[in-house]
């Protein structure tokens, strides 16, 4: 077997018929997913998108969003239903799509053998952060491990790119927090609107995560993700870290969404910090906190789109992108193949 060289593969990529560089990100995503795959002619197979639903405790009072809790099961009931935007676009780029209850806080054992749906419950959503932990420690390790079957499964079943997406009312404010805590920025500068929230609602969401940072002294938590998610985390967000976790063992191509993926992803950085090499980021959301997310991990995104509606929408964007650019390594003719002299 010939050894596997990410130089020859980048020779690969600059004989092409074109300028070199003249596919920009395109020849860059080869090159990872190559090198990832240790293949010159690397493939995707069975792309999948997994949503992640849970609540959050925070939610009930009312203080950082402006829709009530019952949304997120009313939500998990439209995934399943094939009527919200990430079932639009898993269905128009042939991408298989799972929602996972992770810990919604309604009895969804209606939907137990839908062929979209999986129960992971972990609890009927997570405690209020403003008086307690959000969950104990051993939750979080549950919620992790979770994640981890939940993908072992997906690979064994063939896949080989993965990509996380969430639904849970109150996420942006645990995302928030824990991009305060790991980066050190403050929690103004974290905070977004969310779902949509006023001048008037965001000022009040800004103040109490102040309140919430200074309540689990979350200075403290800046290399304790386990920690951190116990404090402030969601059992969705968890799970998530947990799945990274899993793909990057399973050297998978990982397509990291936007602000609340990001944010588990930082929890799973923590615990593995060689993950980034398997990642590839989707967009930049329109969420506040999400360019310093991708400023801290230093990596690019691929898309611009203004979007922040979470769900893995950017994720399943992106992987046709990402298809493109395994086609153009596989199928592009060299210029010796196409006796065209070199440009």
């Known amino acids: ?27 860059k995503i080869a090159l990872q997913i190559g090198t990832i795959q240790q293949s010159y002619t690397p493939s995707i197979q069975l792309p999948y998108i997994v949503v992640f639903a849970a609540d959050h405790g925070i939610a009930l009072s009312g203080l950082v969003n402006p829709y ?89 079943a063939g896949s080989n790119t993965i990509g996380f997406g969430e639904m849970g009312i109150g996420n942006t404010s645990a995302a928030a927090l824990i991009l305060s805590a790991i980066t050190g920025i403050s929690i103004a500068e974290a905070t977004g609107r969310g779902t949509g929230v006023t001048d008037l609602q965001l000022d009040i969401k800004i103040k109490t995560l102040e309140q919430v940072y200074v309540k689990h002294n979350l200075n403290n938590y800046s290399n304790n993700p386990i920690g951190l998610l116990s404090c402030i985390g969601g059992f969705e967000i968890a799970m998530i870290t947990g799945a990274y976790l899993a793909a990057a063992e399973k050297n998978m191509v990982i397509v990291v969404d936007g602000f609340i993926a990001t944010a588990a992803l930082l929890a799973a950085y923590q615990i593995n910090n060689t993950i980034l090499s398997n990642c590839i980021f989707a967009h930049t959301s329109g969420e506040k906190g999400h360019k310093q997310m991708l400023q801290y991990l230093n990596v690019e995104p691929i898309l611009n789109l203004g979007m922040r509606l979470g769900e893995g929408t950017g994720a399943a964007l992106a992987i046709p992108l990402i298809r493109s650019a395994i086609a153009f390594l596989n199928k592009m003719a060299s210029f010796e193949e196409a006796a065209v002299t070199s440009i």
Not at 3 to 27: C, H, M, V, Y
Not at 80 to 106: K, M, P, Q, S, Y
């Open 1 to 27: 077997m010939i050894q596997f060289s990410p130089t020859r593969l980048q020779q690969i990529i600059d004989t092409k018929t074109k300028p070199i560089g003249a596919l920009g990100l395109l020849e």
């Open 68 to 156: 009530p809790q019952a949304v997120t099961a009313q939500m998990v009931q439209n995934f399943t239903n094939g009527g919200a935007a990430i079932n639009v676009f898993t269905d128009l780029h042939e991408i298989n799509l799972l929602v996972v209850d992770a810990g919604v806080n309604a009895d969804l054992s209606s939907l137990q053998t839908h062929p979209l749906f999986k129960d992971a419950k972990q609890g009927f959503g997570t405690r209020n952060y403003l008086d307690t932990t959000a969950m104990p420690l051993e939750k979080v390790n549950s919620c992790i491990e979770a994640g981890k079957r939940i993908v072992t499964d997906i690979h064994r």
